[in-house]
């Protein structure tokens, strides 16, 4: 469902006449609140697909790994962190940790392989600084410990999310078949602005949210719902 269709349908729901300009910032607003559903449910669920690669060296603790120039990677949330160093074919999860427990003195004991290197599994966490250059600000990548080798790891993100600006632009951080979660979202807050009675519309919303996180409980499980098709022959 992209942002034209959207618009209508909360129109026809409510009936209100706001502008094109109005409801497409209501529907945003709502997209937002329903991908932090699917993210509760299924964390993953927007993970982008392209990792970005950090090469480690001994004796640096912190790594940008966001960037204006030569191109910008907007990073919403970290997600995982991985070492492919060690076997590419077989990567090492990270230990991702809160930064005030940064300075633990016990970091490297629970991960010690049989020769006593501590980078093995690294122990690492994330920081942020705003950038004068860019709306976004600046991720960096942080070791508990010098990480005393050089590796390599893989960052897996979330992206920031789009924003519905055209009319043929779709959320696509949302499941296709849970776009009208949104609509019913944006139809909720359009009444509740104009004081309107939102109690049908509010159940209509229950019920479609626990179907979406239905179905991405069995995604969790299971993978992508695929609909598969059998012939049968004479």
């Known amino acids: 469902m992209n942002l034209e269709t959207m618009r209508v349908s909360v129109y026809e729901n409510t009936k209100l006449a706001y ?12 997209s937002e609140h329903i991908v932090n559903l699917v993210e509760q449910t299924s964390k993953m669920y927007n993970v982008c697909g392209t990792p970005i690669s950090v090469a480690v060296v001994s004796g640096t603790k912190a790594y ?11 990073i919403r949330k970290i997600l995982l962190v991985e070492r492919t160093d060690l076997d590419p ?19 490297g004991y629970p991960y010690l392989n049989e020769v006593g290197a501590r980078s093995v599994r690294p122990v690492v966490y994330f920081t942020r ?8 600000a600046d991720w960096y990548l942080n070791f508990a410990y010098d990480p005393k080798a050089s590796m390599t790891l ?5 992206p920031q999310l789009s924003v519905l600006f055209e ?20 139809t909720i807050m359009c009444l509740s602005q104009a004081g309107k009675d939102v109690t049908p519309w509010m159940q209509q919303y229950v019920e479609l949210r626990q179907m979406m996180e239905s179905d991405l ?13 059998f012939a049968t022959h004479a």
């Open 167 to 186: 009319d043929g632009d779709a959320p696509t951080e949302v499941p296709e078949n849970h776009h009208e979660l949104i609509v019913i979202r944006a």
């Open 19 to 30: 502008s094109t300009e109005h409801l497409n910032r209501l529907i945003n607003r709502a």
């Open 129 to 136: 600084q705003p950038n004068p250059s860019s709306t976004y």
């Open 64 to 74: 940008k790994i966001s960037a204006v120039s030569p191109t910008l990677i907007a």
């Open 154 to 158: 893989q960052v897996y993100y979330a």
């Open 89 to 107: 074919n077989n990567p090492t999860d990270c230990v991702l940790i809160d930064m005030r427990h940064k300075n633990r003195f016990n970091w």
């Open 217 to 229: 409980h069995r995604w969790n499980k299971t993978g992508p719902w695929v609909r598969q098709f």
